[in-house]
Nanobody, 130 residues
Framework: HVQLVESGGGSVQVGGSLRLSCVVS????????MGWFRQAPGKEREGVAAMYTGGGASYYVDSAKGRFTISQDSNKNILYLQMNNLTPEDTAMYYC????????????????????????WGQGTQVTVS
């Protein structure tokens, strides 16, 4: 049973940085598509960064490009999201999500941003920028 636990959120000033972590247990993350999503009050959950583990590509939404970096430590089974130059618009609950490579086979590339595709989710970590 795959479990995801996020940490690293907090309150920061505009222009500050945070690094979110997502510890994965129950399986190796070596062949997963993993993503970071966020949800602000009253808004839909949206993807910000995603990657295919095991040496695959990384993807970012436009608002995250140049500011956020998704990375992994496959030895420790941890996914990271380094967030720099934060703005109030980044304020949200941030979630880690995962599903296997097989889940994404045959799907459109944009489906990495579809939260309904992912089977595994963490509980979220709050990021507040002011």
């Amino acid at each position: 049973h795959v479990q995801l636990v996020e940490s690293g959120g907090g309150s920061v000033q505009v222009g500050g940085s945070l690094r979110l972590s997502c510890v994965v247990s129950g399986d190796s993350i070596s062949r997963y598509c993993m993503g970071w999503f966020r949800q602000a009050p009253g808004k839909e959950r949206e993807g910000v960064a995603a990657m295919y583990t095991g040496g695959g590509a990384s993807y970012y939404v436009d608002s995250a490009k140049g500011r956020f970096t998704i990375s992994q430590d496959s030895n420790k089974n941890i996914l990271y999201l380094q967030m720099n130059n934060l703005t109030p618009e980044d304020t949200a609950m941030y979630y880690c999500a995962a599903d296997t490579y097989d889940r994404f086979k045959g799907l459109d590339g944009h489906d990495i941003w579809n939260p309904e595709i992912y089977a595994y989710w963490g509980q979220g970590t709050q990021v507040t920028v002011s």
